[in-house]
């Protein structure tokens, strides 16, 4: 993974080399040499890259951390909690609505004490969407009782990643540690890192695991209570145990990282003061734009400006009383923060500031506040000058004319307006009237008639040409073929997937319909909430002016794993029985996020975290079946489909609309090729998914009101092929069909077997 240049630190007491690397690759450069127990972890950009590079080191051979997959980071939140109460080291990494999402469980692990460390790498909090860095995830952070520790460059992740577990094992804290490093700005720059040359000295700073005299839950000899139920004075005297190991952790930070700095020569206090000894004027930030500033104290120090700037190592504990005596006798200090708190009068950086002048006694240091570089937006020498300009003026007058307000924003222009681009469809163009789906009263099933497909070219496209799809993606050419099976008017849901991202970059958007996004998890409670709104207000007369010729036909796009995080949503509205349309495209991985494994994933197959080594042999652990899964609620109709078989897949979706408006909750699945990650040619998806069907592994089938039906059998047609032949396509299988994975592809293949056979038995069986 590193660029080993064998050139070792002339400072410190111990063997240190030099190498060359990202943010995100020093946090799992650290965790290697840690050796965690385990990491849970779900992909969100920009943290996702940690995992991957664990996975690869894994493959490889270099460390034993068992690397866990979740199926959202509140699950990878809970496998973390719960490794840590069994008495081992545990380790994770998240980003803004991941963070968000696993929030609930962060006070638990506080509260209970069990110590871990997750990097944090700070991104924008959605909405709207926006996955560059600010620290909105980190200001939620604040109220969790964890330690947190500031890293502005990629040598301070290193650092802080190694004391980090040491901090949170001290007897005197017991406490989960957070490392927290800017998205993109620190977490994918390359820059030169010193590091331990050798593990074991890295094990002698950090000492030995597990520590004794503290309870797991794997001691049976002492067996534990671990988050009983607690009414007060209980619980108020251990929220008042946990705030005490608050505050110890500055101390044992403090002396933690002077051991560290005699063992490397680098040193990280408490407070990184810059020119502060006779400072008039300061700015105070956080993290990468901390470092920017320098230069620019430099340039007006030049200038005869008395400058200095502040910037914390540790912002939990927030270091009250070394700040106020930092600023002791400043007359002026700017505070930047990259979030706001809406409705506080600035972030919480500044607030906190206050009022830690406040309560040291320090009434003359006029503070400015200003919020910037939100959702990545960079942060120049130029803004810097700027920030200090406010504390000059300030000076000049005496007093603060604006104390907050927002820098780096636009005002609006009417001129500049989002115009609409793409007109309305017309119900005449879409309701055709050459698709016929009737009831069969004898079967119980729906008898569907479909033109020629060339009859259907005329109806126009639901998505405009104009998305920012990877070549030969095959989401549209699916989605567009489905969509000719709907006739009339729909209303679409897109969970976060790499079908949201590429269709609507503000202001413009490839949706001709109306289209609604929500989080990767969310989308059929989403949904749902709509379907049922229309209902009501149907009810009510509240939409007899629109004219609807028909109902809307409600339909949810989901793909990019999001039937792995959202499928408990996606459980309850089944069993609520919505009427609407849950439409999966099923790349076989979390394409979106870089390729990372998801639960749809088949077994062998490489992906970013399931690579292919010495050690491991891509995916460990078989697909999940979400189609069975979903039929498994009994909701009316379930199908499966490919781009390779038009018909099929168009009188499907002619189906999927009737029962969707006349019965409740249908459910899809199609296959459908990512050639960018699938190692694959752009022109080749409609063949490989063809491949997939005919090898078995992804069948045709649909369930019908319980009753299942194969509708495209290869066995039948003389068409089978080996499943080998199929993974012989893709660059990302190919490994499978070396003598090397000859057992993995035996596992593979008679799994698939197993579930075709099952198939063909409910095919043949009503009640099955």
């Not at 914390?312 to 009250?320: G, H, V």
């Not at 405009?464 to 709907?486: D, Q």
């Amino acid at each position: 993974m590193a660029i080993d240049l064998s050139q070792e630190a002339k400072k410190g007491k111990v063997e240190q080399k030099i190498v060359y690397e990202s943010g995100n690759e020093m946090a799992a450069y650290a965790a290697h040499q840690i050796n965690y127990h385990i990491m849970g972890y779900f992909p969100i950009s920009p943290s996702t890259e940690v995992a991957q590079f664990l996975d690869l080191m894994k493959a490889n051979g270099q460390h034993d951390i068992v690397l866990i997959p979740a199926d959202g980071e509140h699950g990878s939140a809970g496998l973390c909690y719960g490794a840590s109460t069994a008495g081992g080291r545990v380790f994770n990494a998240t980003s803004a609505n991941g963070y968000l999402y696993m929030l609930e469980q962060m006070p638990v692990q506080s509260g209970t004490r069990f110590p871990m460390v997750m990097n944090l790498v700070c991104r924008s909090v959605s909405g709207p969407l926006d996955i560059h860095g600010d620290h909105s995830d980190l200001y939620f952070a604040l109220n969790t009782g964890w330690p947190i520790l500031m890293c502005r460059d990629p040598q301070a992740v290193y650092d802080m990643n190694i004391m980090a577990i040491k901090l949170a094992e001290d007897p005197e804290v017991r406490l989960p540690v957070l490392v927290a490093s800017d998205g993109y700005f620190t977490s994918h720059q390359k820059r030169r890192v010193e590091v331990f040359a050798h593990r074991e000295d890295v094990h002698a700073f950090i000492g030995p695991q597990p520590p004794t005299g503290f309870p797991d839950t794997l001691d049976r000899d002492n067996p534990v209570t671990v988050g009983p139920y607690m009414n007060e004075p209980d619980y108020i005297n251990n929220c008042y145990q946990q705030s005490v190991a608050m505050y110890n952790a500055e101390r044992v930070y403090d002396r933690i990282r002077k051991e560290y700095a005699e063992l490397t020569g680098r040193d990280y206090p408490i407070l990184d003061l810059y020119r502060m000894e006779d400072a008039e004027v300061a700015v105070f930030l956080l993290n990468s734009a901390s470092e920017i500033i320098k230069d620019v104290v430099d340039q007006l120090r030049a200038k005869g400006i008395k400058a200095g700037s502040i910037a914390p190592n540790l912002i939990r504990p927030f270091p009250q009383k070394a700040i106020a005596d930092a600023l002791r006798h400043v007359k002026a200090v700017t505070v930047g923060d990259r979030a706001d708190s809406y409705g506080a009068h600035g972030g919480n950086m500044v607030n906190e500031i206050k009022a830690a002048l406040f309560t040291h006694q320090n009434h003359d240091t006029m503070v400015i506040s200003r919020v910037y570089g939100l959702g990545g937006k960079d942060f120049y020498a130029e803004d810097g000058h700027h920030f200090f300009q406010l504390a000059l003026d300030a000076l000049a007058k005496g007093r603060v004319e604006v104390p907050f307000d927002y820098y780096g924003h636009t005002p609006g222009d009417p001129e500049k307006a989002p115009q609409r681009i793409l007109n309305p469809m017309k119900y005449e163009d879409l309701k055709t009237g050459l698709i016929t789906v009737t009831p069969n009263e004898e079967t119980g099933k729906l008898n569907v008639r479909i033109p020629p497909l060339r009859s259907l070219t005329k109806k126009p496209k639901r998505l405009a040409p104009g998305h920012g799809a990877c070549p030969g993606c095959g989401i549209f050419s699916g989605l567009e073929l489905f969509f000719k099976g709907i006739e009339g008017d729909i209303v679409a849901l897109f969970q976060t997937g790499c079908a949201m991202v590429v269709t609507t970059g503000f202001p413009y958007s490839a949706h001709k319909a109306t289209y609604i996004h929500n989080l990767f998890q969310n989308g059929a409670a989403t949904l749902s909430g709509v379907v049922e709104m229309f209902w009501e207000r149907k009810r009510r007369g509240e939409l007899d002016h629109l004219n609807l010729k028909d109902d809307f036909t409600f339909v949810m796009v989901t793909g990019d794993g999001g039937m792995d995080i959202g499928m408990g949503p996606a459980i309850g509205a089944a069993l609520r029985n919505h009427k609407m349309i849950i439409l999966e495209y099923d790349n076989e991985g979390y394409m979106n996020t870089g390729a990372q494994l998801s639960y749809s994933t088949p077994i062998g197959h490489r992906t970013s975290t399931s690579n292919v080594g010495s050690h491991q042999g891509g995916k460990l652990f078989h697909h999940k079946d979400t189609a069975q899964i979903m039929a498994a609620t009994n909701i009316p109709y379930v199908f499966t489909g490919s781009e390779a078989f038009p018909q099929d897949l168009v009188k499907k979706a002619a189906k999927a609309q009737w029962y969707a408006q006349n019965e409740g909750l249908v459910y899809g699945k199609i296959l459908i090729t990512c050639p960018l990650n699938w190692l694959s040619e752009d022109q080749d998806g409609t063949d490989i998914v063809g491949a997939a069907v005919n090898s078995c592994f992804f069948p045709l089938y649909e369930v019908e009101r319980g009753v299942t039906t194969i509708t495209y059998n290869p066995e039948e047609k003389n068409k089978k092929i080996p499943l080998a032949d199929w993974l012989k396509t893709m660059g990302k299988t190919r490994h499978m069909v070396k003598p090397d994975y000859a057992e993995a592809l035996q596992h593979f293949e008679r799994e698939v077997e197993r579930r075709w056979t099952i198939l063909k038995a409910k095919h043949e069986n009503p009640y099955l």
